[in-house]
């Protein structure tokens, strides 16, 4: 199916601001709460909100098989069992709705009140209700600082991160959306000289800046998803800062892993963009080797040039961006996430969310974590309004950005933002 609403030449007759992440090239998936606190799906061009729960009670999807309560929901996970051809029809049927030389919904000032929201009108909710979430640790250049910083710098990379798209079970139920304050967590961490675990609230309060994508109903428990179909099971992406206390993360993840210094919080920017709309964004990932095991083995460019920042803002301060990096740095592909999440027979459901491990760039200025750029804390940054941040205060305010560019469009995912609050 030609995928039409990617037309770069393609406007709207909404207004689009110079720069916005939301042209007519994006529409992407989120779920919010109307001016008269309806709950429903909606989509986005520019800074309009888009009630599509309404404009399908006003028949606009006639012809496109989609049960009456679609997008009446709280969340999208119905919408994306559905599948591709499904997400396809609609994402669509949308652009062309919102065609500039469309007339229909243009021209139809009762219809237009019932559909249409400025952002300042709604609440953005979590889009999906997530059942489980796994996060992976698939940026190389990340997996050898923290080798280097947590062990040992000689073999910072252990023998299977080259051969397994590494990761590990999180935890959804503090998957929160952008906007949401988190509060600093409590915890015990490496013992002193007396031998006693200290405790109390975690001092080294890190961002973890990654993406995460979320898919449909993949696979029947037992069975597994081929690497070549693996892209047709992912409905689209976000941003995810997966929040980490690194002096609780130290002292409890051997020997199984990380536990408490991860699952406080993990914020998601609220629009799912979709694999579909990245797709003028396609590009080759690093080189692989060793080549992977055959069922890892990915022929075409199965990475995306997606620009990513991670800013700090102090309270009443200016935003500092504090690391530039890309999702294109990631070593193992998405598809090569979900083939070997289920190559065991592992089944994966519809709105389950694959974060990607934090992303960091070859450089010092990509790096994706604190932990990283400030090598534990050794070099500290300096930010305008002359302070220094280790790691991140209470009432400091991370943000994370990512778009697309080239000459034609841009598409971005809005803000994944997160204020820090004191310990309780
Ligand atoms: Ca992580």
């Not at 939301?22 to 520019?46: A, E, Y």
């Not at 051809?85 to 065609?99: A, H, Y």
């Not at 800046?209 to 976000?238: C, H, Q, S």
Request: charged share 25%.
């Amino acid at each position: 199916m030609p995928l039409t609403a990617n037309d770069p030449t393609r406007k709207s007759w909404l207004d689009v601001p110079a720069n916005s992440d939301f042209p007519i090239q994006n529409i992407p998936f989120g779920v919010f709460l109307t001016r008269d606190d309806v709950i429903t799906i909606g989509t986005r061009i520019g800074d309009t909100a888009i009630d599509l729960g309404a404009m399908h009670q006003l028949g606009y999807f006639k012809g496109i098989d989609l049960t009456d309560d679609l997008f009446l929901q709280d969340s999208l996970n119905d919408f994306i069992a559905d599948g591709r051809k499904t997400w396809r029809l609609v994402r669509n049927r949308i652009s062309d709705i919102f065609l500039h030389t469309s007339p229909g919904l243009r021209d139809d000032q009762e219809h237009r009140k019932k559909v249409l929201f400025s952002m300042e009108e709604i609440e953005m909710q979590l889009p999906v209700d997530v059942g489980d979430y796994t996060d992976f640790y698939a940026s190389k250049e990340h997996a050898t600082n923290v080798g280097s910083l947590f062990r040992d710098p000689e073999n910072a990379l252990l023998p299977n991160w080259l051969r397994i798209p590494i990761g590990y079970h999180g935890r959804s139920s503090s998957i929160v959306p952008s906007g949401t304050p988190v509060r600093r967590p409590i915890g015990q961490t490496k013992p002193g000289e007396d031998g006693i675990p200290g405790f109390g609230p975690s001092k080294l309060l890190d961002f973890e800046l990654e993406m995460a994508f979320i898919t449909t109903a993949t696979n029947d428990l037992g069975k597994r998803v081929p690497i070549e179909e693996a892209e047709e099971n992912i409905f689209g992406l976000v941003l995810f800062n997966d929040w980490s206390a690194r002096d609780i993360q130290a002292w409890e993840y051997v020997p199984l892993g990380p536990f408490l210094g991860k699952n406080f919080a993990s914020t998601i920017s609220p629009w799912i963009v979709t694999l579909d709309a990245l797709e003028p964004f396609r590009t080759a990932g690093p080189v692989q080797d060793p080549e992977p095991l055959p069922y890892l083995q990915q022929s075409d460019a199965k990475n995306f040039d997606i620009h990513l920042q991670a800013i700090i803002q102090p309270e009443n301060g200016a935003e500092n961006i504090v690391a530039n990096s890309n999702f294109k740095y990631m070593y193992w592909s998405m598809s090569q996430q979900l083939a070997h999440h289920t190559v065991n027979g592992c089944n994966v459901r519809s709105g389950d969310m694959m974060g990607s491990g934090t992303i960091s760039g070859p450089t010092k200025d990509s790096y994706g974590s604190m932990l990283e750029l400030t090598w534990r804390g050794q070099n500290p940054l300096q930010l305008s309004d002359g302070s220094e941040r280790k790691f991140i205060n209470d009432d400091d305010t991370v943000i994370l950005r990512g778009f697309c560019k080239n000459e034609d469009v841009r598409i971005g995912f809005g803000d994944c933002s997160g204020k820090v609050l004191p310990a309780n």
